[in-house]
């Protein structure tokens, strides 16, 4: 199955994700095959059941509102690319 | 004695005191440096790992041994260690070093288990063949030109290589029974929620399960034991009890389904039917039995895990940890670069395959009908274990293949084909356990056994029954004796 030609660069930005250009051709050649994998799914007849978001059919639990974890912000900070005075820093995005 | 001998065998020589937990610790170390060519970790840990068997081995002659005191071991780089970093085999993880321990770290450690490294994988565990990872390939110690398997193929391939008497691994569609069947080693996925994923680096939450690895199913539930457990840290987590090890396993149904049996070649039918001859010898009862959605299966999970994994990985964003593009235009930039130059190729795959599901117009027609396909395999399983205690079928459809041969043509759903035995089990959340049954030319053959939700005692013991008629898991490849 192909996908639209647009898709990819749909795709692409809804993932914030960029590639070359010929990397983009062999993406979509690529997403065709999985599409066309996974569309072999849809001759199931699945009139009436239920989807399965827990293999378990598992319900989330709720815990007490209490604070139970403690987080050291310096020590969290030390894998961030770029931090000061405890703050992230991001390219400027309000003038 | 060397790091060849099993878990079970290298605690009880700690135990007698008949070697020291620095003298096995030591052993692991040379073994590991002189198989660098498997390129099975991604990080050593002499160091720490020598200091913690000093500390080891005074505990023992302090108190006796106890749980896994001074026992090496070595975890997938996807579990997070406290101060030693954890890549997930990702340029975007490359320099991530986490404050905390993953529960199953923190439970092994607190057993007494001696962390010597972090083994490589397939990038964000997305593979099966251990190709995918930012570090290059493992390779197969059985042939160092085939894949170990993926994505726990650092874990299975130093098992087998007897660098390590144990290890963990994680498994989302098959990620620890496909490579433990590749490198003819034992390994165990467990009911999902019986070890909890809390510091187990996200790739598909409803799927994903910690597991271990080691050269028998005797160490593989001695490691289960010290890896269990209901955690409040993970909301998906089962408050199950202990796995129970019961003294005396009755005569089971055996469940051979037939779907999986269709398309297999000799080299590997060949084995298996020779194990169904052995479970028959033990006295179990071999029925054939059907799963008729089997063929939606790989399917199904494609689409369930690309999903899931497209939202986990929507995190990396270039601020708060790992990799960050250079000099961004803007934030927009920022992000779109730091992802881009993270993330290798089949991870963006993944991503975008995801995000093409759960977009607006395709949501219902692909994510909302892989779930419900995923409830109508999960009822098959169900169904069969009204007639047979235990299903087996084969791990994988061949032996291991040659490095390249899955990855390196231009359809990369040739991978994907390769998980038809293992992910029905992931999809339905069921305990799955892969052990060696044969070889086909040199190279080790897997057999893999279901059972029901938390039935993991009754897998493992007949795996152990198994082992004790037949001697395939003691075999080791000539490559490692010379180690």
């Known amino acids: 199955m192909a996908l639209p030609g647009n898709v990819v660069e749909k795709l692409l930005r809804l993932s914030a994700l960029s590639l070359e250009p010929h990397e983009r051709s062999l993406l979509k050649g690529d997403l065709d095959k999985i599409v066309g994998l996974i569309d072999a799914m849809q001759s199931v007849d699945t009139h009436g059941v239920l989807p399965l978001a827990h293999p378990l059919d598992g319900t989330q639990p709720l815990r007490t509102d209490a604070v139970t974890e403690s987080v050291d912000r310096d020590r969290l900070q030390r894998n961030a690319p770029l931090a000061r005075d405890g703050l992230y820093l991001v390219p400027r995005v309000v003038e | ?483």
């Open chain 2, 1 to 483: 004695m060397t790091t060849l001998g099993t878990l079970t065998e290298t605690r009880d020589a700690l135990a007698a005191k008949a070697v020291s937990s620095v003298e096995v610790v030591g052993d692991c170390m040379k073994r590991i440096d002189a198989a660098r060519h498997l390129n099975a970790f991604v990080t050593v840990c002499e160091q720490e790992a020598l200091a913690s068997a000093a500390r080891a081995d005074g505990a023992i002659a302090r108190d006796g041994m106890r749980g896994l005191l001074g026992v090496p071991i070595a975890h997938k780089d996807i579990f997070c260690t406290d101060g030693v970093r954890t890549t997930c085999a990702s340029r975007m993880l490359e320099n991530f070093v986490s404050p905390y321990d993953a529960t199953v770290v923190a439970r092994l450690r607190a057993a007494g288990a001696v962390m010597v490294g972090k083994t490589n994988m397939d990038e964000f565990a997305m593979g099966s063949t251990n190709e995918t990872s930012h570090f290059g390939p493992v390779a197969n110690p059985w042939d160092v030109g085939r894949v170990p398997g993926g994505s726990s193929g650092g874990s299975a391939a130093a098992l087998a290589a007897g660098l390590v008497p144990a290890a963990t691994g994680t498994d989302t569609g098959g990620s620890i029974r496909q490579p433990a069947a590749f490198c003819g080693i034992s390994g165990l996925k467990p009911t999902y929620g019986r070890v909890s994923r809390f510091g187990m680096v996200a790739f598909a939450s409803s799927l994903d399960q910690g597991g271990p690895m080691a050269r028998t199913a005797a160490d593989l539930r001695l490691l289960l034991q010290h890896m269990e457990g209901h955690d409040p840290r993970d909301s998906t987590s089962a408050d199950a009890g202990p796995t129970p090890h019961a003294p005396q396993q009755p005569a089971l149904n055996v469940g051979i389904p037939r779907e999986y049996w269709a398309d297999l070649g000799d080299d590997v039918a060949g084995p298996l039917e020779e194990a169904v001859v052995s479970l028959r010898r033990l006295g179990h009862r071999c029925h054939d039995v059907s799963l008729p959605h089997t063929a939606f299966a790989v399917p199904v999970y494609y689409v369930v895990a690309s999903a899931e994994a497209s939202t986990n990985l929507s995190r990396y964003d270039g601020v708060r940890y790992g990799h960050r593009a250079a000099e961004p235009a803007d934030l927009d930039d920022l992000y779109r670069r730091s992802r881009s130059e993270g993330f290798g190729v089949e991870v963006k795959r993944r991503i975008l395959t995801g995000t093409y599901t759960l977009s607006v117009g395709y949501y219902d027609a692909y994510y909302g009908q892989a779930q419900r396909v995923r409830r109508l395999i999960r009822q098959d399983f169900l169904d069969a274990f009204g007639q047979v205690d235990v299903l087996l079928t084969p791990a994988t459809p061949t032996p291991a293949p040659a490095l390249g041969a899955l990855t390196g043509g231009a359809d990369p759903t040739v991978m994907y084909k390769q998980d038809v035995y293992t992910v029905p089990a992931s999809l339905a959340g069921l305990p799955a356990l892969s052990i060696p049954c044969g070889f086909a030319d040199g190279l080790p053959v897997g057999l893999q056994l279901i059972g029901p939700y938390f039935a993991e005692d009754r897998l493992l013991a007949l795996g152990e029954a198994y082992q004790r008629e037949t001697d395939w898991h003691l075999r080791t490849p000539t490559a490692a004796e010379a180690l």
